[in-house]
Nanobody
């Protein structure tokens, strides 16, 4: 069981930055693949970035949706996952979710099947 709670969303002008945080409660078992996803109104849930567990190599994947403008990171000791977002665009406006799964799978599969555990989301609004 993993509890996830996102924070850090808000309203920002185009070109601005936001840092999303996800507080995780995974207890003694901290070997999870962690990811960030987003869903804009009327659109499907899509992956933004993921980071594999340290045990499985810690590989980071950035999806095309925001590649080059985001940085995913984690602090195992604090049970935190982060997403630094820069150069935000109006089309980045969405609800952003953090998620945890036993081992990384493709973001498309992860999103479509809603695998693992998910937070309630934090809203990001980017104005032009």
């Amino acid at each position: 069981q993993v509890d996830l709670a996102e924070s850090g969303g808000g309203s920002v002008q185009a070109g601005g930055s936001l840092k999303l945080s996800c507080k995780a409660s995974w207890g003694a078992d901290n070997e999870w693949c962690l990811g960030w996803f987003r869903q804009a109104p009327g659109k499907e849930l899509e992956g933004v970035a993921s980071i594999e567990s340290d045990q499985n190599g810690g590989k980071i994947i950035y999806e095309d949706s925001m590649k080059g403008r985001v940085i995913i990171s984690k602090d195992i000791g604090k049970e935190m996952l982060y997403l630094q977002m820069n150069g935000l665009k109006p089309e980045d406006s969405a609800m952003y979710y953090c998620a945890a799964v036993s081992f990384c799978v493709s973001s498309a599969t992860w999103a479509k099947r809603r695998l693992g555990y998910w937070g309630q989301g934090t809203r990001v609004t980017v104005s032009s």
